[in-house]
């Protein structure tokens, strides 16, 4: 892909430039904001090696798979469950810096993973562009007005980064713990998906006002998906200079359209983000996944993405032959294998090791990690990635 050429022809002088031009404070963010980027910066950031994830994704050769897990921190950790005992509000375990960077933190301190995630949800964003929403533990979101006509889309604004201050903070500390030990991951949701939310109110299985509108109000839809784009686009953006090596799109709902609709309603939003972050920020890997998105893989590797996360419906030898091999894959473990014996991991981790083909490959879940899982489940699984190097599993 052109985005991994860049860095190929870049070298350390580039990548290191790019790397300061990164952690550059972004217009519109607030003085403490700023500042906090700053000072968090290391002073040797430059001369240190670029984590293993990075360069994977890139396409450079690696000795072995990184690996992370989606849903990485959570309620399968008994660090996480003691910890949401004492703050029991997911927004505020969510939208407070020092609680995220702890959370962010619990798998790195237990399994030492190539990917640490920000602990976040795909709707921390929505205040910024002038939507509140609640979170039931039960209901799960929930928008009191959802969007349904094009002047609640017109009264939408550009984001506006003091409502996300929390997560320019919580990345650049991670940035600063983590010390390119491994790569430091952001997210948002894809437009499509953050759509659903606010069109269906909350969650669905059914998503049926949105497809309905797909056909009855299909400029209320464009004009919506179009102003999310550029949200997102610009979120990114922000987590980038805030410390994300690392930032991946979930389309969590894309694989519930039709393809032809797929290509309609989110391809054109998802490739409009990718084009809008790379102009800035080439040589910064972006991962989209999809759940249910076997029937999707060589559009979404046309978004220009620069991995494609793999849900475990799709064989990675499949995928393989599917996209293109300037586009690396992450994935596919099925999550219900770790609850399982340490040798039914060992043999899925390695099915789907030789399969990914021994380069441009990120080792994850096929989705996130299930509550309940057994640590040890969880540990066994980032001990395989990282004994399991590309020659010896070229010998067995």
């Not at 050429?5 to 519109?28: D, H, M, T």
């Not at 491994?182 to 497809?211: C, D, H, R």
């Amino acid at each position: 892909m052109q985005s991994g050429n860049v860095l190929a022809c870049g070298g350390q002088g580039r990548s290191a430039l790019l790397r300061q031009r990164a952690f550059k404070p972004i217009a519109g963010t607030t003085s403490r904001t700023s500042a906090m980027v700053v000072k968090a910066q290391p002073a040797a950031l430059g001369a240190l090696p670029e984590p293993l994830m990075v360069r994977a994704a890139r396409g450079e050769k690696v000795d072995r798979a990184p690996c992370w897990m989606m849903r990485q921190a959570g309620r399968y950790q008994k660090t996480y469950r003691e910890l949401a005992k004492r703050h029991p509000s997911f927004r505020e375990r969510s939208e407070t810096t020092e609680l995220i960077v702890e959370i962010s933190l619990q798998p790195w301190n237990s399994f030492k993973p190539d990917g640490v995630i920000l602990f976040s949800d795909i709707l921390t964003p929505l205040p910024g562009i002038g939507v509140e929403f609640e979170i039931d533990d039960n209901k799960g979101p929930i928008i009191d007005t959802p969007i349904r006509t094009l002047e609640q889309v017109k009264q939408l604004h550009a984001m506006d980064f003091s409502k996300t201050e929390f997560v320019g903070r919580a990345l650049t500390q991670l940035r600063s713990e983590v010390n390119n030990q491994a790569a430091v991951v952001g997210f948002v949701g894809s437009p499509w998906t953050l759509a659903t939310y606010l069109i269906e109110g909350g969650s669905t299985s059914l998503y049926k006002t949105i497809k309905t509108m797909c056909y009855s109000a299909p400029e209320v839809l464009d004009a919506l998906l179009s102003k999310l784009a550029d949200a997102m686009a610009a979120y990114i953006k922000y987590q980038i200079q805030s410390g994300a090596q690392c930032v991946q799109i979930f389309d969590s709902w894309g694989g519930q359209l039709p393809p032809r609709e797929w290509d309609k309603w989110s391809g054109p939003y998802l490739r409009r983000i990718i084009a809008s972050v790379k102009a800035e920020y080439p040589t910064v890997p972006l991962t989209l996944y999809a759940n249910g998105s076997g029937g999707l893989l060589e559009r979404l590797a046309a978004t220009g993405a620069d991995v494609i996360g793999l849900d475990w419906t799709t064989d990675m030898a499949d995928a393989r032959r599917r996209i293109d091999s300037n586009v690396s894959l992450q994935g596919n473990v099925d999550p219900a294998i770790l609850f399982a014996s340490q040798d039914a991991i060992e043999e899925a981790v390695r099915d789907c090791l030789k399969k990914g083909g021994g380069q441009r490959h990120i080792l994850n879940l096929g989705h996130g990690v299930l509550v309940g899982t057994p640590e040890e489940g969880v540990a066994h699984m980032f001990d395989l990635s990282k004994r399991l190097t590309h020659a010896e599993l070229a010998l067995h």
